[in-house]
């Protein structure tokens, strides 16, 4: 919303206060300034100036000569290209060294040999337009009229008018309100503590009965039309509007039309209420229906653009046809042109809700549909049509025919609230006596009476006595509420599974992993980019019904697409080596009726030339470990769609699948662009919550000494390490404490198809120191077991 | 036999004096004081001398196998100390040369921030709650007096699933959750993801973080919620900061305000970081609705409480002088390394 601070001065004295304590002061109150300007302030060193003679320019056959008084002891030569100059003129005069709109400079100079101390200047020059000055024109000098100042050596935004200042609110939606003048006006008025002047409204009419013109307004769908009055003014005398209004119209950003369009706009702004004019001539046998649209029905709408209609919409009708998206935009024929005679003023209440379904749905928000979306008061109807009929006997726009006719079916209640002055006070944390805020709501036109409080009508906002202790606050002055810290103890802190994942993160990161955040949803093409086979399950996600475009359409059941999407951008920035990890949330649809599961899923990644299937799971081990996750089963995974058939393994606990690491499957790097090698690890992270055990216990450090035995078998090559692990420490018992891998050989030495595998044994007792012979049984039961499935020790 | 010790001594004491490593000094040593040492041997001697004479020069011969012992010890200390800086000195190494590369895993900013704020409120006795970010409709808007026809409703902000499930636009949902389960005095924040249909540039993202903030008690009132949350604005920008409450609007809230900082870069003076306002707003609140307390099952005449949102996005932008939001979803190595 911009206001124009000359036409608040029309309503309420700020004289007294700068522009940037208005912009200050009234957004501590509450209505919140973004910016604010002053009209023409970029223009310097522009007067006006009186044309004394011109010549023609004796080497051009374009160029005049002239001499023009600028209010200076000698006139000044100037010489100028245009063609519309008589003697006698007053023009803008661009002096040496001046600044025109656009910031352009300009100096004296010669123009083919002929001497020119500055430049005659065109609206455009000054940042304004012929609209805002019908009678000048775009191609030539802007001769100004008998409404500005022509006083030679007047600085020119003086004379024209060009001084306003505008401020920019932004108004909240439950305030349309202050979407006028008039509601800023009585904001303004409070917050100075100044007087409230509205606007006089004063006209005569010319007889006759509005009914002889507008034969009968029906609206027969009072659910979306509150309330619809219409006046008729005839004899309509289309011209411009005077400066007054052209000028408040501009530097509220409305372009000035003629005047009957003028004074629609004028009362828009001024009292928030949206107008329309229809021309009579178009209004089949002279009825308003204000009715919903018919199926199949269409209308051209005034922007020329032809609309359909559906049902649920709500048109202004005449008996044969719509005239009107009602509260959205006329229809081609409503308009008015140079030859209309007689017109229809409506001023008219719409259901919110209503409008903004339907602007929507035909792609069209006005001024009108946007002010009438946030719920206009319907009791303000009436008094805008009066203004806009006074503004017509002002500006001699037509005759105004007697009458109005006034549908209002069921006129709204007005909100009564108990006055709580105390619970005010309590609430809100102040000390304000019942006298200071029955002012407070009095200066804002509530009426305060017998302890009760009556809402006027246009603050729909103010329901509840909450409602009111805003409105002591915000003009108490909310920087005037003592702070105070809270008081009383209160147990903060992290709970259970808040304390395991800043746990997981830390480790995480001290592994060498970088967080990433990635968005929720996902396209549905990314399963197809991770090979998920059709028919999986994971391919059944939530579906968003408006998505902003198809990538970002459902939520994702698995995570892995996003950190492939990681992946890709860092591998293709060259980034040459990373690691990542991300603790993601997913989405496991439960039916229409339930909300669907989010799960979180921990993924890891990593690329680079020191990076490897087994630096990964290392690194889930170490996750593991962390979470005092020790109980878990590796096997070989050869059906993971996207991973590498051969180098991916499943880590089940508890008999749930725990996590699945692998390298990429080759397609899939292929589908993200990636031309390295990519390990990511899948690891349910609910599951390990579930199975962790944080809890440390000391154990005693060992008091006797260990022994160590070094074993190699020879076995096939397709026998899994692990299952060996798992054979030798059961068959070597209690007494083997640590068993670690050291070596696995493929070669010559060994034969096709075999491999070495060594192992490095450590026994110990807790209570005793152990024998050779204990140890050794214990190797012999090893190699035994081993020997069972064909595993050779290497001698 | 004195003039024959003296000279020994003098020997003895040359001979170490001369000795430039370990090996020509325990020579030395065994020379003189070795079993059969030229020192040694005098002592073996002293039987040969008269009762007189033995206490007088044994105690000299001692004396000076003491001083050839000591002078030794001395030589042989002063000797290793100059072979390790010889040996010191040999294994010099550049220092300058670049340490070696560690493993370097970093949090993601805005969980960087996350827990900045985390860790002030749980300080002040604050819970940390959470809720689903697939929500439904009343949780997200008409518990929260948004009701059916309310511009903010509007699908051009929401992603909805069905007519009555959605992704969550805020984290205010969370408050009602909270209060279904939890009796007053209530401290809790709520951090967590939230939706809204924008199209991503360098200031929207769809999906960003809030931090949801809610307290309920007896007697709680506007000056709490401005003691809270000026406390909040001197933790994370310093003891120096102020703040400002400007009249605003929240359907959940009421009175609502939306609170600026005084300006940590230029101290309110005005500078670009503040478009010269000396004010920067990092967060809305308001007293909570009472028919907001209603719906999650506190009596809003013995109760009431404040509540407030605060952008995460926004506040790591502040606190990383980041430009551009679009960084923290790209997840780009040298970006995400810098925090």
Known sequence: MDLSRRWLSDYVDISEISDKEFADKITLSGSKVESWAVEGEELKNIVVGKVLSLERHPDSDHMWITTVDVGKAAPLQIVTGAQNLTVGDFVPVALDDSVVHGGKEIRKGTLRGVESAGMLCSVAELGVSTHDFPYAIEDGIFILGEDCNRTPGTDIRTAIGLTDTVTEFEITPNRPDCLSILGLARETAVTFDKELKYPEIKYSTIGEDVRDYLKNVTIQAPDKCYRYAGAVVKNVRIKPSPLFIRERLRACGVRPINNIVDITNFVMLEYGQPMHAFDLRYLQGGEVIVRNAREGEHITTLDDTDRALSPEMLVIADTEKPVAVAGIMGGEYSGIMDDTSTIVFESACFNG????????????????????????????????????????ALLDAGDIVDGVIDVYPSPKKQTVIDFCPDWVNNFIGINVSADEQKKILEDLEFKVEDGKIYVPSFRGDVEHKADISEEIARFYGFDKISTRPLSGACTGGFNEAQKFQNLIHARCVSLGLTEVKTYSFISPKAYDKICLPEGSAYRNSIVISNPLGEDTSVMRTTALPCMMDVVSRNYNNRNLSESFYELATVYIPQGENALPLEKKTLVLAEYGETKS???????????????????????????????????????????????????????????????????AAQIDFDLLYSLKNTLRLYKPLPKHPAMQRDLAFVCDKSEPVGKLEKMIAAAAGDILEKIELFDVYEGIQVGPLKKSVAFSLTFRAKDRTLTDAETDAAVKNAIQALAAIGAILRQ | ?????????????????????????????????????????????????????????????????????????????????????????????DVTLPGEKQPEGHRHPLEIVLNEVKDIFIGMGFQIADGPEVEWDYYNFEALNIPEGHPARDTQDTFYITEKMLLRTQTSPVQIRYMENHKPPIRMIAPGRVFRSDPVDATHSPLFHQIEGLVVDKNITMADLKGNLLTLAKKLYGENTEIRLRPHHFPFTEPSCEIDVSCFRCGGKGCPMCKNEGWIEILGAGMVHPKVLERGGIDPEEYSGFAFGLGVERLAMFRFSVDDMRLYYENDARFLGQF
């Not at chain 1, 096997?635 to 996207?642: D, M, N, Q, V």
């Not at chain 2, 044994?58 to 002078?71: C, D, F, K, L, T």
Request: proline share 2%; glycine share 8%; hydrophobic share 40%.
């Open chain 2, 1 to 93: 036999m004195k003039e024959q010790l003296e000279k020994l001594r003098q020997a003895a004491m040359d001979a170490v004096a001369q000795s430039d490593d370990l090996q020509a000094l325990e020579n030395a040593r065994v020379r003189f004081l070795g079993k059969k040492g030229e020192i040694t041997s005098i002592l073996k001697q002293m039987g040969k001398l008269s009762p007189e004479e033995r206490p007088v020069m044994g105690q000299m011969a001692n004396a000076v196998r003491q001083a050839v012992e000591e002078s030794i010890a001395a030589a042989a200390e002063e000797l290793k100390k100059r072979q390790q800086e010889m040996k010191l000195k040999a294994e010099t190494i």
């Open chain 1, 353 to 392: 809700v209503s409008v903004r379904k339907t602007a929507k749905k035909l792609g069209m928000r006005t001024e009108a549909s946007g002010r009438y979306e946030k719920g206009l008061d319907s009791d303000g109807c009436l008094t805008s049509l009066r203004r806009a009929l006074s503004l017509v």
């Open chain 1, 613 to 679: 299937f087994f630096t990964l799971k290392g690194k889930v081990e170490a996750i593991f470990a962390e979470a005092g996750v020790t109980e878990y089963d590796v096997a070989p995974l050869t059906t993971a769609a996207s991973y590498h058939p051969g180098r991916t393994a499943r880590i089940t606990a508890a008999g749930k699948e725990l996590a699945v690491i692998g390298e990429l499957h080759p397609d899939v790097l292929s589908n993200y662009g990636i031309g390295a090698k990519v390990w």
